[in-house]
């Protein structure tokens, strides 16, 4: 079996030997091309009203059931499963026709389509929740069972032909003799996109939005991934080959950028930590000098005894080439001429290009400018390392109306990178630079942290930490930089082996913060109660209250001058005579106080009386 890689044009996938390449596109049109010559050999349309596009295309090495006459072997034929909607097309490609159409069994989209190896079993996971299991020679669905709660996004079955993992955001591995679940997976937070066996108890997945390659394990109790592959850009496919002779894995993973990484991962040993690349491939040509040097994606790849065979270019007329996956230098770029146009030429045996051959027009870049070059406000003499990391950060700015969308990646990576530097280097000033051009930005900070290697995720954990023990009054911008880090890297967080003590402190500082909410919020509370009665009064007795504080409370006589509150001030002791006698006023009967009342009224004529003759 296979590996499909989904592209932005459509879905592709290599034969099992790296033969033939299977494009599907959206208008629901199969080509199938030559690697080795790079021509187009078959092309399979949908017809009718079965124009839905290519979901999924599998290839599978079939025996003819028919013998030849002259021979007692059987031929083998090679058969590519198309699927299609909620159907599933079985395309003979030796023959050059149409094999079987399965149908009638999903009521949704079909997504991932698997053959079981050396037999005429196919299997299919579609939107609806099932999985059906199909008989390609009969033409009809054997047995239909529920295997997730969301849609089923892609299936494999194992080498044996007796185990089968199905995967939506979780793994289950299912028992085919009697399609009993075996064991269920968790570790990716985004729908998986491949899935591939390499022995009978371990399997490797990735998944949408996603920047680790999970390497899982049966034999084990646990439901986590034993490994992890960890990349600098998100996955989209990848294809792997199991070296006996030296116990290694080796895997080639295609990245949304077209970027080829090459890992070797060792069978015998017990690997908690994220294993890295040893190298990483890019294609780009350059049609004059000087120009801007322009991507070609990588398409597909297929591990060979050769080496690894890959497309790249584009969809509609790859181009094909073997490379060999021992580099030696950890990035390589890989120059090739570009082509003029994507018509298919007439006759003539086109060229293959050799990676392998070494000439001037092979260079090796940086990561930062493998596709774009680093702008720069320094003399054209000078070389780009010899500039400073502070003076590099001003310089990425340089935005051109023109290229608005290509220079918001650049200065993307370009933070990406310098905050990666910063924290590398433990420069403080770098960082705090980086921080500051995403300050209240939160697509700029999304970016940039989609774009920053695994390795900086736990170190910027810590450097948070530490600024927001020193400088409490910046949490708002240090959370969003946590924020973007959890949304992007969280399949990567459950993976690191002893998480909770790198993030010891960070939790700690959650928990110091999440105690004194509760009491903020019921400050809050309480403030807010009173405001409302206070506004509720005012409005109820309207202007009222401010006409009683513009009238004496209390009056007080001293000898011959009587002086209210707000009036001059009275001696000491005249005020608390005064008080003892309004106190003792306040404890007669009701007859008393209209009595007490006539005589503070005819006090009060005095008292304005005098004040008249004061003034």
Request: charged content about 20%; some cysteine; overall charge negative.
């Amino acid at each position: 079996t296979d590996t499909c890689v989904h592209m932005a044009g459509g879905v592709c996938a290599f034969s099992c030997c790296g033969q033939f390449l299977a494009v599907g596109q959206l208008d629901g049109e199969v080509k199938v091309w030559e690697a080795a010559s790079g021509k187009l050999q078959q092309r399979f349309s949908p017809g009718g009203a079965r124009a839905s596009p290519a979901k999924c295309v599998v290839w599978n090495r079939q025996p003819d059931a028919t013998p030849h006459k002259h021979k007692k072997r059987k031929a083998n034929h090679l058969l590519l499963a198309v699927a299609r909607g909620n159907e599933v097309v079985v395309w003979n490609v030796t023959k050059g026709e149409q094999q079987a159409l399965l149908s009638s069994a999903h009521s949704d989209v079909v997504n991932a389509v698997a053959w079981r190896p050396g037999s005429q079993v196919l299997y299919s996971g579609s939107s609806d929740q099932h999985v059906a299991e199909w008989s390609v020679a009969k033409g009809e669905c054997v047995t239909m069972w529920k295997a997730d709660k969301h849609s089923v996004h892609c299936v494999c079955c194992s080498g044996e032909g007796t185990q089968l993992a199905t995967a939506g955001r979780s793994i289950k591995l299912w028992n085919l003799e009697d399609h009993t679940l075996l064991k269920k997976f968790t570790g990716h937070a985004t729908p998986v996109r491949t899935l591939s066996f390499v022995s009978q108890s371990l399997f490797l997945s990735c998944a949408q939005n996603d920047r680790v390659v999970n390497i899982w394990s049966g034999d084990k109790q646990a439901s986590t991934a034993a490994a992890s592959l960890t990349c600098e850009e998100e996955v989209m496919s990848f294809d792997i080959a199991a070296v006996e002779s030296e116990q290694v894995l080796q895997v080639a993973v295609i990245s949304d950028e077209g970027n080829l990484s090459l890992f070797k991962f060792p069978l015998t040993n017990h690997v908690t930590a994220p294993v890295s690349a040893h190298s990483t491939v890019q294609f780009v040509s350059i049609t004059q000098k000087g120009d801007t040097p322009s991507p070609l994606p990588v398409l597909a790849t297929r591990l060979t005894p050769a080496g690894v065979s890959l497309a790249h270019t584009s969809s509609l007329r790859p181009r094909f080439e073997t490379i060999d996956f021992h580099q030696s230098e950890r990035r390589v770029c890989l120059v090739r001429e570009p082509r003029g146009g994507l018509l298919l030429g007439r006759g003539g045996k086109k060229k293959v290009e050799k990676a392998g051959s070494e000439d001037a027009s092979v260079t090796l870049l940086g990561p930062g400018n493998m596709t774009l070059p680093a702008p720069s406000s320094q003399p054209a003499n000078r070389m780009l390392e010899d500039v400073p990391m502070s003076d590099r950060l001003p310089a990425g700015e340089t935005v051109q109306p023109e290229r608005q969308r290509q220079s918001r990646s650049v200065a993307a990576a370009s933070l990406s990178h310098l905050l990666a530097q910063g924290l590398h280097s433990g420069d403080r000033k770098l960082i705090e630079e980086v921080f500051s051009k995403g300050r209240s930005n939160k697509p700029v900070v999304m970016a940039t942290v989609k774009k920053l290697p695994l390795q900086s995720i736990i170190p910027l954990f810590r450097h948070v930490v530490d600024e927001l023990q020193r400088c409490a009054g910046r949490a708002g911008e240090y959370t969003l930089w946590v924020s973007a880090v959890l949304q992007a890297h969280s399949a990567y967080l459950m993976t690191v082996p002893h998480l909770l003590d790198s993030l010891s402190g960070f939790y700690q500082l959650l928990d110091a913060r999440l105690a004194t909410f509760s009491k903020l919020c019921r400050v809050q509370g309480k403030l807010g109660l009173l405001l409302a009665q206070g506004a509720h009064e005012e409005a109820g007795s309207g202007g009222g209250a401010m006409a009683a504080l513009s009238t004496p409370l209390l009056s007080l006589t001293a000898g011959e001058s009587t002086v209210g509150m707000y009036g001059t001030e009275s001696p000491d002791e005249d005020w608390d005579d005064d008080l003892g006698s309004a106190s003792e006023g306040t404890d007669q009967s009701g007859g008393e106080e209209s009595d007490q009342s006539e005589e503070g009224s005819e006090e009060d004529m005095e008292t304005g009386s005098q004040q008249g003759e004061l003034t």
